[in-house]
């Protein structure tokens, strides 16, 4: 190659012809397509092939080793091996046409052409056009290269079952749907199609460095890449080999505990704990500049594997991070229910610190702020995210050593007693939408109220909606058809009784509830002290509330 990196517009045929080999880091995750995406791809074809049409298949990323003469493929893996495996029922196809007797030679050469061309290197009959990771390139090559049926398919590895499964399931596509048996040339047709209509954006480039310009640029136009895959090769182009086995593992336990579809937003918050506010369009910029040599690229796996126990608890995509401090735990649980992710910078600053008592007091006050703040207070947050991203770097950076330097730091975004009971007196949050949330609120007042200690998550409480959801022409006489709507989720309507109190409910007017409400061992059902209920009498119950709430979620330094 010339030049240092090309972008070009190729069909399959184009990309697999004029390249010796694809290989795929044996650190590269393994093949994962389902039914689903065979299924997808499938009808695509078989519509665009209807129409005579091109199907476009996103964009392909390479990187070129010289010495070798082989392209590294950072991005598209999964869409090329199911294209190859598609191209190997075809060729099933035509050894079955030869066993009938039917064009033997021309069908050998049809075979022959399909192997050199698309599925092995060029003279050679062991070595694959495309090298794929250790879990799958012996079975691709033993079984499906040579068409060789496992021997037993329960021992195979999943993703080796994958790619028995998805041979399969075209095999029989092609069975059912392209007649191939009644007319011969239907093969052909199919294969035209695939090889030469099936197009990509191919990317290929000498380094990995190059590949993270394009990916940038790839990026700011809508075009989504394999963030994870890419950052893995990179860094373990610059590892010694006897660095690697151990990163190896480190790498799959962070993504079995973050998931490979969360892994990026990891990296950017790790990355805002050392670099301060990065926004989604800079973060490969951010990459080239912090991941240059093999101990950056060591610090960094380093670093995720510490701390994605505690990301993947924050995130709710890991359970196996324990803490016996009931205060973290509650802490960790309120933050993963209200679901704002841009305190977690911050939150792993602190974790870095290897303090649980700093830890337990800022999960505290994140917690309590993220929820006067946003759930409450419905502000936007957004506006969160810088301040939380520069206290998170001083922190980083040993500036602020404790929580009330902390807290000074973010304390405007604590709003003030007066603005969050305003704020929660007109406060409606959908029961259908958000049952976990309100929950929580109403088991969290009733704690207060009762002097009591539910959990939110394993209550038997059930949410009672005073003025129904599905309200009779009875309740409109208090409550104006044009706007009753308004009410029904509002937090004044709301409060917790036991199953089978909740069941005379049913059908009952405010009176008959007022009575059930009584009887409720829960106390948040006794501040009905009310005769009727309309706007003013809901508004006046939700205020009470409110000033319960304001107690609750109020952060105090400590003393």
């Not at 309200?471 to 308004?486: E, L, M, Q």
Request: aromatic share 12%; proline share 2%; glycine share 4%.
């Amino acid at each position: 190659m010339q030049d240092q990196f090309a972008v070009n517009n190729k069909c399959f045929s184009e990309i697999m012809k004029n390249r010796k080999a694809f290989i795929v880091s044996k650190f590269q995750r393994s093949y994962s397509w389902g039914e689903n995406q065979w299924h997808k791809l499938w009808q695509d074809i078989r519509i665009t092939k209807a129409n005579e049409e091109e199907l476009f298949l996103g964009s392909i990323m390479t990187t070129y080793n010289d010495t070798e003469d082989v392209f590294y493929l950072v991005d598209g893996q999964q869409r090329l091996l199911t294209i190859s495996i598609l191209i190997l029922c075809i060729v099933e196809k035509y050894y079955k046409l030869i066993d009938y007797g039917l064009d033997v030679e021309k069908n050998k050469t049809e075979i022959e052409s399909l192997y050199h061309n698309y599925l092995l290197y060029e003279d050679s009959n062991t070595n694959t056009k495309m090298g794929l990771n250790e879990i799958n390139q012996d079975f691709y090559f033993e079984n499906l290269i040579n068409l060789k049926a496992p021997k037993n398919i329960g021992k195979l590895h999943p993703s080796n079952r994958s790619l028995y499964n998805c041979f399969n399931f075209y095999s029989q596509r092609i069975d059912i749907e392209c007649k191939w048996l009644k007319d011969t040339g239907e093969l052909g047709k199919l294969l035209d199609h695939v090889v030469n209509k099936l197009f990509f954006i191919d990317i290929h480039s000498k380094d990995i460095n190059q590949t993270y310009i394009i990916m940038d640029a790839l990026k700011n136009n809508g075009i989504q890449t394999a963030i994870t895959d890419s950052l893995k090769i990179h860094i373990f182009d610059l590892l010694k080999a006897s660095d690697k086995k151990k990163v190896n593992n480190e790498w799959q336990e962070i993504i079995k505990m973050v998931s490979t579809k969360g892994f990026p937003l990891f990296l950017k918050h790790y990355l805002q704990t050392c670099k301060g506010s990065i926004q989604d369009e800079t973060l490969f910029e951010v990459l080239r500049d912090t991941i240059k040599t093999r101990d950056d690229g060591l610090k960094l796996i380093h670093d995720l594997y510490h701390l994605a126990p505690f990301y993947g608890a924050l995130t709710g995509s890991n359970l196996s991070y324990v803490n016996e401090d009931d205060d973290i735990v509650k802490s960790i649980n309120e933050l993963k229910l209200f679901g704002i992710l841009e305190v977690i910078p911050l939150l792993l600053s602190v974790y870095k610190k290897k303090d649980p008592a700093l830890l337990k007091e800022v999960l505290k006050m994140c917690a309590t702020i993220v929820f006067r703040y946003a759930i409450i207070g419905a502000m936007p947050t957004n506006k969160l995210e810088p301040v939380i991203n520069e206290t998170a770097l001083l922190v980083n950076q040993n500036k602020l050593t404790n929580s009330d330097d902390i807290f000074k730091k973010i304390k405007h975004l604590h709003i003030d007693k007066e603005q969050f009971k305003n704020s929660f007196k007109r406060r409606s949050i959908n029961t259908n939408t958000h049952k976990e949330l309100v929950s929580y609120i109403l088991i969290m007042i009733e704690n207060k109220l009762s002097d009591a200690s539910y959990s939110y998550f394993s209550n038997d409480a059930i949410i009672e909606h005073t003025l129904p959801e599905s309200p009779s022409n009875h309740w409109k006489v208090n409550f104006h058809k044009d706007h009753i709507d308004d009410y029904i989720y509002r937090l004044g309507n709301l409060t917790l009784l036991e199953t089978d109190l909740h069941k005379e409910t049913y059908h009952q007017y405010f009176k008959e509830k007022k009575t059930i409400y009584d009887r409720s061992h829960y106390q948040i059902s006794h501040t009905f002290t009310m005769n009727n209920w309309d706007p003013a009498t809901l508004e006046k119950r939700q205020l009470l509330l409110a000033k319960v709430a304001e107690e609750i979620w109020r952060y105090e330094k400590k003393k």
